[in-house]
């Protein structure tokens, strides 16, 4: 036993010596070489790094200088390339899209593996992530959510409009509540149709929010809303300790004294009003929402892209639609009363003065019926203030966390997921770099097109 003990010593002190590490391996497995990795965990690139990659999972992560590949019959060298992990979008809507499938190929080859869409019929999506991973679509995992709305809501043509075979309000992904609801039974379904979160709409108050935060923890959901759930503020949001608060432009109505009671009445009566031009992002009111975030871990989405001039949200967009089959023809009167540089100016603003005071920032491009990529995201982002570095942990790291997938998903570190994109160029000395995708990697797998 000594003998045995003492060889194993020899062994060891053998291969440190010689500064190589030897390793074996009981499944599929592949080496990317040369790489420099940009780490979002730490804010830095690394060098000449070696990613062992077994079974679609990071096996280990080393100098590539000190391990030998002679046991390896793929490698990958990844010399001049830059390696960032599987891109993430926090907001998309694949419902409505026509194209779908071929919107989801294009996303998996753009580097997007994972998505959070935030509102449809479930037992789409259920069928798409099947599809997905059978292999038999090409596309990003989706992570999907239950719309929960109080009674004004159901005036709204989507909650008939997603959940047909269901009387409006009770289809356990689209889903009416009051105070007489039996919260409990509501969160359970929604987790039985396979959501991660409940994504809170319109017309709920503060302490229907609360409790329904409450029990969807309990449940292990997680709890998404718009950064204004009408007639709830987003502090109210905030103290109710959702997870994740959307849109950079309800942020304004913190300043609301008389809240509207529903997202209809705000957009078509409410938002109009709203300074956007003058309204100061750190006036005392928001510093107290953003130490409020920072301190129960609230993530903020902007949704730059929904109100980049040139991109305009679904709002505006929508009277170009065919209107026999728009669900949300009847807000399209508000698109011009609303000042779209003003709109933009107050999103790039409230996300500064938000980054600026810790809050963690996510990125989502809220993309409808015409894809936004997320990279376009990512380059708003710096726009806003953040480092490139930041902006880049916006899309793969804090969506993670946003989605609740962190410890297997968002960086590149042993033991997570091989989601990775390989890049030409260097994004933390070019942010446009973003777009110069070699090839993606998904649960190992490599995804490159031909040109």
């Known amino acids: ?57 990071i096996k280990s992560i080393l100098h590539s200088d000190s391990v030998s ?7 990958i060298d990844a010399n001049g390339s830059y390696i960032i992990p599987g891109l993430i979008d926090s907001h998309v809507h694949l419902f409505r899209p026509k194209n779908r499938n071929d919107i989801l190929s294009e996303l998996l080859y753009s ?50 409009f997603a ?64 950064s204004s759930v009408f007639p709830s ?25 008389n809240m509207p ?8 009566e409410s938002v109009p009003l709203q300074d956007f031009k003058n309204t ?45 089959e728009n669900p949300t023809k009847h807000l399209s009167g508000a698109a011009g009363r609303l000042d779209p540089k003003a709109l933009n100016d107050w999103a790039y603003r409230i996300t500064k003065a938000a980054y600026q005071n810790g809050v963690t920032i996510a990125a989502g491009t809220d993309f409808s019926l015409s894809i936004k990529w997320v990279q376009d995201e990512i380059i708003l982002l710096t726009k806003s203030g953040l480092s490139n570095i930041d902006a880049i942990k916006a899309a793969t790291l804090n969506n993670a966390k946003a989605i609740g997938i962190e410890h297997t998903h968002g960086s590149i570190a042993i033991g997570k997921t091989a989601n990775l994109v390989v890049l030409s160029g260097n994004p933390l000395e070019n942010i446009e770099h973003i777009r110069t995708v070699v090839s993606v990697f998904k649960n190992g797998k490599e995804y490159k097109k031909t040109q």
Do not use: C
């Open 111 to 160: 580097g997007v593996t994972a998505v959070r869409d935030m509102g449809g019929d479930a037992r789409m999506y259920q069928s798409l992530n099947q599809e997905i991973s059978k292999g038999n679509l090409m596309g990003p995992d989706i992570y999907y959510s239950a719309n929960v709305f109080g009674p004004t809501f159901l005036k709204d043509p989507r909650t008939k």
């Open 1 to 57: 036993m000594k003998k045995t003990i003492a060889t194993i010593a020899l062994l060891l002190f053998t291969t440190i010596f010689n500064g190589v590490i030897s390793q074996t391996s009981s499944g599929e497995s592949f080496a990317i070489t040369n790489a420099t990795i940009i780490d979002v965990e730490r804010s830095q690139q690394i060098e000449n790094r070696t990613i062992l990659i077994e079974n679609g999972i």
């Open 261 to 268: 009671a529903s997202f209809n009445e705000a957009i078509r």
């Open 163 to 226: 959940a047909l075979g269901f009387e409006p309000g009770s289809a356990p992904w689209m889903r009416l509540i009051t105070e007489e609801t039996d919260l409990t039974r509501v969160v359970i379904d929604a987790k039985e149709a396979g959501v991660t979160g409940l994504k809170v709409y319109s017309n709920v108050n503060p302490e229907l929010l609360l409790k329904l935060s409450e029990i969807a923890r309990e449940n292990g959901l997680k709890m998404w809303s718009h």
């Open 233 to 257: 503020r987003p502090s109210d949001a905030v103290k109710a300790q959702v997870d994740v608060l959307s849109h950079s432009v309800g942020m304004i109505f913190e300043l609301e004294e």
């Open 280 to 324: 100061d992002a750190t006036a005392s009111e928001f510093l107290s929402l953003f130490e409020g975030m920072k301190s129960r871990n609230v993530i903020f989405e902007p949704t730059l892209s929904a109100w980049e001039m040139q991109e305009r949200s679904e709002v505006a967009i929508i009277s170009s639609e065919n209107q026999k």
């Open 69 to 75: 590949l002679e046991w390896i019959e793929r490698i």
